[in-house]
């Protein structure tokens, strides 16, 4: 049973940083890319990054580059997102996903994580 | 980048009556591979999102086939053909066919008359 639960979630200051992580279970986690799509509340869904299954290509929103860096470590079955410079309008359910296909990289997110919630106010 | 539309926003619908949701693309989402990456995702109140459907086509396995997808290069649609109320949420289609960015569409909520 494939499995993806983030933590890491919280309440910052503007300006303030964050790292979320995902724990992942139940697939070979280095053979899938993998993306962090965010809500933020009463809003639609927005993607925000993916990071490729070895780890060497990643891609951004243009909202957060420059300011937040994917990456994962596949000896430990973790997803990350290193947040820097938070603003109010980052406040947002954060959920990782799963792509469905492996070794590809087409936003086709099979699986989600229950969210974690990142409240950035002063 | 690609923008995505869906419409109706709104869906009131009549339990065991169908459902039509359209999504259109500002480009053909036809990818260089052949395929179509143009998914649907369900999102139940207070829940994660949930794929339903992916390639434009192909319900996930779960899915009720009650549901299902069509289209092809700018317009696609899914519809539900007798509406439970499980089917309570929000709908968003979604591309991954160019990017960055991925792009979903603003959303259809779907309550019940």
């Known amino acids: 049973e494939v499995r993806l639960v983030e933590s890491g979630g919280g309440l910052v200051q503007p300006g303030g940083s964050l790292r979320l992580s995902c724990a992942a279970s139940?697939?070979?986690?280095?053979?899938?890319?993998m993306g962090w799509v965010r809500q933020a509340p009463g809003k639609g869904l927005e993607w925000v990054s993916t990071v490729s299954g070895p780890g060497i290509s990643t891609y951004y929103a243009d909202s957060v580059k420059g300011r937040f860096t994917i990456s994962r470590d596949n000896s430990k079955n973790t997803l990350y997102l290193q947040m820097h410079s938070l603003r109010t309008e980052d406040t947002a359910v954060y959920y990782c996903?799963?792509?469905?296909?492996?070794?590809?990289?087409?936003?086709?997110?099979?699986?989600w994580g229950q969210g974690t919630l990142v409240t950035v106010s002063s | 980048d690609v923008v995505m539309s869906q419409s109706p926003l709104s869906l009131s619908v009549t339990l065991g009556q169908p459902a039509s949701i359209s999504c259109r693309s500002s480009q053909s989402l036809v990818y260089g591979d052949g395929n179509t990456y143009l998914n649907w995702f369900q999102q139940r109140p207070g829940q994660s999102p949930r794929r339903l459907i992916y390639?434009?086509?192909n319900r996930d396995s779960g899915v009720p086939d009650r549901f299902s997808g069509s289209g092809s290069g700018t317009n696609f649609t899914l519809k539900i053909s007798r509406v439970e109320a499980e089917d309570v949420g929000v709908y968003y289609c979604m591309q991954g066919t160019h990017w960055p960015p991925f792009t979903f569409g603003p959303g259809t909520k779907v309550d019940i008359k």
């Open positions: 390639k434009v086509s």
């Open positions: 996903a799963k792509e469905a296909w492996e070794w590809m990289v087409v936003g086709d997110y099979d699986f």
């Open positions: 139940g697939f070979t986690f280095g053979n899938s890319a």
